[in-house]
């Protein structure tokens, strides 16, 4: 499986910033068709990367290259033809009169025609499950909804790579949910890359792989379940223990014995607890 986004030496001063650095030296890589979650604090410096990525922030040093091309002020729109990025206000994102009139403003940007825009917007709004609000107006619309819309905006210009920046956390717990298991679904079934910046560990817990940042600098990669095991990198970057090794514990502590590998699987943890009851 091939990198589709490297970064390199990328290193990011903010004007009049002094000598501090939201990016120092970054480097890393994505793979073509899996979901990396990009996990840190508040001003850890994981937004600017996104957005950096995207050619909407011009880095200091370093270099992006992005499905094969490098980025440059010669190449950023090319780029960003392969990008589809979801912001975290969804209120900031919808810029038609109704749904379906918000999905459609890309597409008539690009040129599409009528008759093919149409059948686009009414496929995309079937992926994500708003064909039956395709006339509402943004306030008739929840927070989870209008994402949904964003998400299908997205897809309808047909990128290569998703990048969601802390898309869900304005939602309440329901929409955070649905959208991260409608993104999930999105990903498998189009084989699309996913690249979310978050700071809540029980989200990243869903993805391939991980990449934490503190301070402008990445100070572990690897899967879930490994990175998020070490207390002590939590603990310097100010990060919580996933919610299944928080209850895995206090079990623990109670004196109820699971099995270790529970620790870092909500979904075994889950099942487990409930056969233990209904042994009970």
């Known amino acids: 499986m091939d990198n589709i986004i490297n970064v ?25 068709g899996t979901w990396t979650s990009i996990v840190g604090h508040n001003g850890s410096g994981k937004s600017t990367l ?55 403003f890309g597409l008539e940007n690009l040129g599409v025609e009528t008759a093919q825009m149409h059948s686009i917007v ?34 309808a210009s047909k990128p290569k790579i998703i990048i969601l920046d802390e898309a869900t956390s304005m939602l309440d717990p329901q929409g955070r949910h649905e959208i991260i298991e409608l993104i999930n679904e999105i990903h498998r079934e189009n084989n699309l890359t996913v690249l979310s910046i978050t700071h809540d560990v029980s989200e990243a817990m869903l993805s391939d792989h991980v990449v934490v940042i503190n301070d402008g600098k990445v100070v572990e990669t690897g899967a879930p379940k490994d990175v998020f095991k070490d207390n ?49």
């Open 50 to 104: 996104a957005r950096s990525i995207d050619g909407l922030m011009t880095f200091s040093d370093g270099a992006i290259t992005v499905d094969g091309i490098t980025l440059s002020d010669d190449t950023v729109w090319d780029i960003r033809k392969r990008i589809g990025m979801i912001f975290q206000n969804p209120d900031n994102q919808f810029v038609g009169a109704t749904v379906e009139d918000d999905v459609a």
């Open 8 to 32: 390199k030496n990328l290193t990011y001063k903010y004007a009049n910033g002094g000598e501090k650095k939201a990016l120092d030296n970054v480097s890393l890589s994505i793979k073509r």
């Open 232 to 280: 002590e990198m939590l603990k310097i970057t100010g990060l919580e223990q996933p919610f299944s090794a928080q209850l895995f514990d206090d079990l623990k502590q109670k004196g109820v014995f699971l099995p270790e590998e529970l620790k870092m699987n909500e979904k075994g943890l889950e099942e487990w607890l409930w056969q233990s009851l209904l042994k009970a």
């Open 122 to 155: 009414a496929d995309v709004l079937e992926k994500v499950r708003m064909t039956d609000f395709k006339e509402r107006q943004p306030d008739q619309l929840s927070g989870g909804q209008k994402q949904r819309v964003a998400i299908a905006g997205v897809l």
